[in-house]
């Protein structure tokens, strides 16, 4: 009987809510002692419903923005470019009437706090600066839903407080992180909806297709790319950030439904050591703010005992580098529209209230501290000058001025001094040119931003972290770098960056080469195959009177050739001028070394490649993959839907990708047919915990260290914490290289620096030639690893490569690709793409 009795109650809420969603009101969310402008529209004037009766699409924020703009004299709306869906990334400006009406000086103003000389500079009268963020993952979306109530009160509310408020505060208002994947999001949420809500979790409304609206266009996670702002997204964000230099940074989430609300400060003992103390003291003092507001609503909360401030390239980290207070919000999610859990029926109305009283909070924390916090913004950036030591740091590569070019772009958002290297020297051994190398003055405002993208930090004062522990941007581009270079070696600060200068190409009437140590060699050879010209590569070094070639030096010869003399010469100055890439023109083959026309010069053919995708595939894994392909090299890559993969056609692929999943990607039936394809000359390329994949169905095999540690005086307590410091979040490692084996074509080196985020350890090969790429007998470089996993990865390999049939079976245990920004192993996926036959 009580059973039935609990199915009733249980039946009568979720009706109730029903009821509620057709009668719910503006006034849910609003302050209850506030009048509002009647001329300022409502959002269900302008969006057709009520926030929380429907999932806002993005055309419909937009659109409620754009009105607000035109009407309310305190907003000023920008458009700061378009997502690779085209759609636009705004951003409002909101503040009093006056105030916007001086924004230009008001900002000039403002950054002078963080410039030498800052000192002079008055704060009695200035405004305080809010960057108020919303639904970066756009599956979180009640930040962005409450970004429409938020909107509608800073442009609508009318009294003495909310003037004061706009008064004394300019804030910078981005409605939606993440407007590709607010879009797929809401789409899945609206067309799963019943007219009578239904709260069971196990309703389709509350389990997306694959991928999910979580990401970009590319399936990137955005809050990871705030400090490699690799993404148009970021791009748009941190440009708006270094124009401004706001004094605190909102960042709204949503978390598990089963849980509450969180807002910063994260575990205190996971906090950079080079964010200052008073960061967090400040921060402490803001959530202050928070918990009275959300004592007054009823909402529990939480704060201290989850998430961290560790990883800069988060969205409430990275301004804590900048002179800033980033401040995360994570509220329990309904992932639809009402969902059961173990507080209760949680619905999507009361997650919004819960954000929008988040934003209030916020300002009028921003408000009270605003002579605390224009202080404290002034003192980070002199301090941060008077902190800088002696020599400067540079870094570039004189084999691969792109990948330094790169580096180099990134420093420009940041708003980072960089000069040009006009005189070579030599520093630790590493030599440092003209076109290819840069210097960065530590004597300036973005010193500490510079130092924690540079560092090698081994040490911690935790062993857990949310996200990972170790970034060496120097390292993650595989170019040389030093801190003890000298200005006297240097050019002009750069005003604009411009890509390097490549030689002319001069005609040839017998071969062209091109080396392949330049980041964009793979783009250009992908053009000359596809052109249905012969290339070939060199398994060996040669040279001429005045060039020497490395291994895996592509030769174009222009004898026999689908094209003249004359329409060839044209094609590769075209090729690289379209890369930016040297090709010399070689008039003999008579060359030292291995001639040109040597049996160690293999042919290559044009690629035809896949990666499988779909449900049981990790999509960030392979968003990057499809990234590098499409963005980076201009390559064509076919997606590979795991549910059709059954009927897809695999004879016209040369090369199929399998990336990381959380459980089998593939069938016994696919499985199959995915070995025959192997067997009749296909290369199989797997990432990650696909080992489990290929050893199971003995496509490749992998003696996988097994790891046995037993937890001793481990309290109950403690037990995550014990095994949550066995993995590695993410760090970086040093491997010895082969440079002979294909799959280290294009490197100058014989040590490499590796990404690692997994576990998995496979012993090396008996025969020292099948291990082109072996962890040293001391890897770490950077980031944490317990002692115990420190031991297990000692001299093991990261790549292993096999046959089956005809063809190849080719695995690395860690991702190549990493957040678009590792741009030092991309070339490790291009070298098996191109190279896989000839291993």
């Known amino acids: 009987m009580s059973r039935v009795i609990t199915l009733l109650l249980l039946i009568f809420s979720v009706v109730s809510q029903a009821q509620d969603f057709d009668t719910l009101s503006l006034d849910y969310y ?34 409620y923005m754009t009105k607000l703009a035109e009407v309310s004299p305190r907003i000023s709306l920008e458009n700061r470019g378009t997502t690779y869906e085209g759609r636009p990334l705004l951003l409002l400006t909101i503040s009093s009437e006056e105030n916007i009406k001086n924004i ?9 706090l963080v410039e030498a000389g800052s000192e002079d500079v008055d704060i009695k009268e200035m405004p305080v600066v809010v960057n108020q963020g919303f639904s970066i993952h756009g599956n979180e979306p009640s930040g962005t839903n409450a970004a429409l109530v938020a909107a509608y009160h800073l442009a609508a509310a009318e009294g003495e407080e909310i003037q004061e408020l706009l008064k004394n505060t300019i804030i910078l208002f981005d409605p ?5 994947g607010l879009q797929r999001f809401a789409y899945w949420a609206n067309t799963n909806r019943s007219a009578n809500i239904n709260a069971d979790p196990q309703d389709r409304e509350y389990d997306e297709v694959w991928p999910g609206g979580r990401t970009n266009h590319y399936w990137f996670d955005l809050n990871r790319d705030w400090l490699p702002a690799q993404l148009p997204e970021s791009r748009a964000r941190i ?13 709204h989430h949503e978390m598990g439904s089963n849980s509450s609300f969180f807002f910063q400060p994260g575990i205190p003992s996971r906090t950079h050591p080079l964010t200052p103390d008073l960061n967090q003291e400040l921060t402490r003092e803001i959530g202050n703010y928070h918990a009275e507001a959300f004592d007054k609503l009823g909402s529990f909360y939480f704060t201290e005992e989850s998430y961290d401030d560790f990883y800069y390239g988060k969205g409430s980290t990275f301004p804590d580098i900048n002179g800033s207070i980033g401040i995360l919000f994570e509220q329990a ?9 173990d507080n209760g ?9 819960n954000q929008f009283t988040a934003a209030l909070s916020t300002l009028e924390a921003a408000k009270n501290m605003r002579v605390k916090l224009l202080n404290y913004q002034r003192d980070f950036y002199k301090n941060a000058r008077n902190s800088a030591g002696k020599g400067e740091w540079a870094f570039g590569s004189s084999k691969d001025a792109n990948s330094a070019y790169y580096l180099a772009e990134i420093m420009k958002r940041h708003q980072i001094d960089i000069h040009p290297v006009e005189e070579e020297f030599t520093e630790d051994g590493k030599t440092y040119k003209p076109g290819s190398s840069y210097i960065i003055p530590k004597n300036q405002r973005q010193h500490r931003l510079v130092e924690a993208m540079f560092e090698k930090r081994t040490s911690f004062e935790d062993s857990l972290f949310y996200d990972i522990s170790a970034w060496t941007f120097p390292l993650a581009f595989n170019v040389d770098y030093t801190d003890s270079a000298s200005l006297a070696n240097a050019g002009d600060k750069i005003s604009a960056l411009e890509k390097p200068e490549i030689p002319s190409v001069e005609k040839s009437d017998y071969a062209y080469v091109m080396e392949w140590h330049d980041y964009n060699a793979p783009k250009a050879l992908n053009m000359i195959l596809n052109k249905g010209l012969r290339a070939k590569v060199a398994m060996q070094e040669f040279g001429t009177a005045t060039n020497k070639y490395d291994y895996g030096s592509i030769m174009i010869p222009v ?8 329409e060839l010469f044209d094609f590769i100055k075209y090729v690289a001028e379209t890369s930016n890439i040297e090709i010399d023109a070689v008039g003999t083959g008579l060359t030292s070394g291995i001639n040109l026309g040597s049996r160690f010069f293999l042919p290559l053919e044009n690629q035809e490649i896949a990666i499988i995708v779909g449900e049981g595939i990790t999509p960030y894994d392979a968003g990057e993959i499809w990234h590098l392909f499409d963005q980076r090299y201009d390559i064509k890559v076919t997606k590979l839907n795991t549910r059709n993969f059954g009927r897809a056609d695999l004879s016209r692929y040369t090369d199929i990708i399998l990336v990381n999943s959380w459980r089998s990607a593939l069938d016994e039936r696919n499985t199959e047919k995915l070995k025959t394809w192997i067997r009749n000359g296909g290369t199989l390329i797997a990432y990650r915990n696909a080992s489990r994949f290929l050893t199971t169905n003995k496509l490749l095999d992998l003696k996988i260290k097994s790891s046995d540690i037993e937890a001793k005086n481990v309290s109950f307590e403690q037990r995550r914490d014990f095994y949550g410091a066995q993995g590695i979040g993410g760090a970086i490692f040093e491997a010895k290289l082969d440079r002979s084996h294909p799959i280290a074509f294009g490197y100058t080196s014989d040590h490499l620096a590796l990404f690692r985020n997994t576990t998995t350890f496979i012993e090396a090969d008996d025969q020292s030639y099948n291990n082109p790429i072996q962890y040293t007998n001391d890897p770490l470089l ?18 292993k490569k096999g046959s089956l049939g005809r063809g190849n079976v080719i695995y690395f245990t860690d991702n190549t690709n990493f957040r678009a920004f590792w741009y030092g192993t991309n070339k490790l996926l291009m070298n098996a793409i191109f190279f896989g036959d000839h291993m």
């Open 333 to 341: 999610s309904s992932r639809g529209h009402a969902q059961e859990t």
């Open 559 to 566: 004898q026999n050739q689908k094209l003249n003399k004359q």
């Open 239 to 251: 440009k708006t950030f270094h124009d401004w230099y706001p004094n605190i940074l909102t960042d």
């Open 176 to 180: 939606s992180f993440n407007p590709d």
């Open 30 to 63: 609003l302050p209850k002692d506030i009048t509002y402008n009647p001329e300022i529209p409502k959002p269900q004037n302008i969006i057709g419903f009520v926030p929380g009766q429907w999932h806002v699409s993005h055309d419909r924020l937009v659109n």
């Open 782 to 799: 950077s980031g944490y690893i317990s002692e115990e996993k420190n031991e297990e990865i000692k001299n093991t390999v990261p790549f």
């Open 345 to 353: 029926l949680l619905t999507f109305p009361f997650t919004i209230r």
């Open 104 to 112: 230009d000086q008001i900002r000039q103003n403002h950054k002078a």
